[in-house]
């Protein structure tokens, strides 16, 4: 086996025979030439390991020959050890500046030869190696870059989509945005969506991106029956890459054997909505980088399918029970009006009985039945007069026809003489009513009706739903800017409070209590009885002044606090 392909250049024939005789004997192969363009043109043509170079030499000496080999990039890599009978210092530094890598002198010393050449030879052939070793690397790391830059943009790809499907709520919305997103990323020439309809067992294309020169497939419907095997992959939640299958029953597009095909279930942990379909020309292949990518968006798109349909469900339910509370509060309203002439009737009966029953002495002893019977009567009469005028008055608030009647008001004197009829009620049930209003508020600017029986109908909750010997505190106070807005020194609201001790609303409770017809059960010390819609009315008057209405619980204390613009 030959060690290594070596280049002799001097121009005395002796020297050559030698150098080419003790280095063929020790397995080198060996060219030799005369002078300085005979030695270009045999290392342009082949070029070799190792050259030995003479430095004098006619024509062109060792060092211009060594100069336009250094020049040449075919040639410039070679290792060249300069031969001369020239000894002096500085000869030997011109050679290693020219770009020799060695020296030899005249004469030939054989163990020096061979073991400068052997030398050289290796460090050629351990160069080599480590080019070899570095193209590799570069090559592993230029394919590794890419990589990492395809799953950078597949990432960035899967982000956009991801964002978009979420956003929607909208079926078709969330397939348009994967397929034309999947198709432009992945530079597909046609990309599908199918939807399965399980019972009928079919596959409809709900939405495609396609390429010039393709046939459309939209609207589609394929029968699941038709690739048992590949939609069973399907709805096992299996991808499936394919070129040729016996599709001839299929007429979608003419597919059999024109492209290469990835099919990718839209699946959840509910089930299999449909396929995406990716198509490509047939000589190429999905990658597995393309193919997890294509998963993660199936994955994504199938749950926004499934979010988007629960929101449908939800909204279809929201509007069916708006239709059912419009036909609530239209029957309600109807009844209201319908009963409000009887009731009137009772109740002018009602009186011209008493009348009667006073002038004959019946109603004299309060214990006798007949007097029972008509206490009866009478507050029942009142009972559904009130709740006829509370929803009369709740169907003209929710239209909006009311008027508002705003005047300027002092609110101090005005809320102790409101509280003045409570005094007694409160007396005889065992509470203490305490009215906490600062004698300097602002003035206020509402309407004195609304803001009364709103303050009345809390008053009243307080007084049905306080245990003996607690208190209700009636109170008020005026809520500045806050502290980013300290420079403006007018008052931004006025709270008015309610607060009953001894009872407290639970965190559920606290979410209905302003609900239609709702009464919190077992919370009725005195048993006062109530219509439901006492606090509804009270919220709905409050937000025609503008104002809100809020209750907070905590610690055997309610309070329910009405805040009004100033």
Known sequence: MLKGD????????????????????????????????LALAAANSAPPDLILLDICMEGMDGYEVCQNLKASTQTCHIPIIFLSALSDVLDKVKAFEVGGVDYITKPFQVEEVLARVKNQLTIRTLQKQLQEHNTVLENRVEKRTSQLQTMLEYEALLRGITDRVRDSFDEQQILQAAVQEVATGLRLICCDVGIFDHEANTETIRYEYRGSGIASAQGEVVSLDLLPGLYQQSLEGHSTQFCVLPLAEIKVRDIAGRFAILSCPLIDDQGVFGNLWLFKPREETFSSLEIRLVQQVANQCAIALRQARLYQAVQEQVEELEQLHLLKDDFLSTVSHELRSPISNIKLATQMLEVILQSTGILEDASSKAANYFRILQDECHREIHLINNLLDLTRLDAGVEPLTSIKMDLAPWISHLAEPFLARTHAQHLHLHVDVPSHLPILTTDLHYLERILTELLNNACKYTPAEESIILSAQVMPHSEGDRANPDPISLQIWVTNTGVEISE?????????????PNNDPWKHGGT???????????????????VFSANQQTSFVLELPI
């Open 6 to 37: 070596i280049l002799v250049v001097d121009d005395v024939p002796d020297n050559l025979r030698v150098l080419s005789a003790m280095l063929g004997e020790h397995g080198y192969e060996v060219r030799k030439v005369l002078n300085g363009r």
């Open 532 to 550: 439901g819609l006492g606090l509804a009315l009270a919220k709905k008057m409050s937000e025609h002044l503008g104002a809100t209405l809020s």
């Open 508 to 520: 559920d409770e606290r979410d209905r209590v302003f609900d239609k017809f709702y009464r919190i």
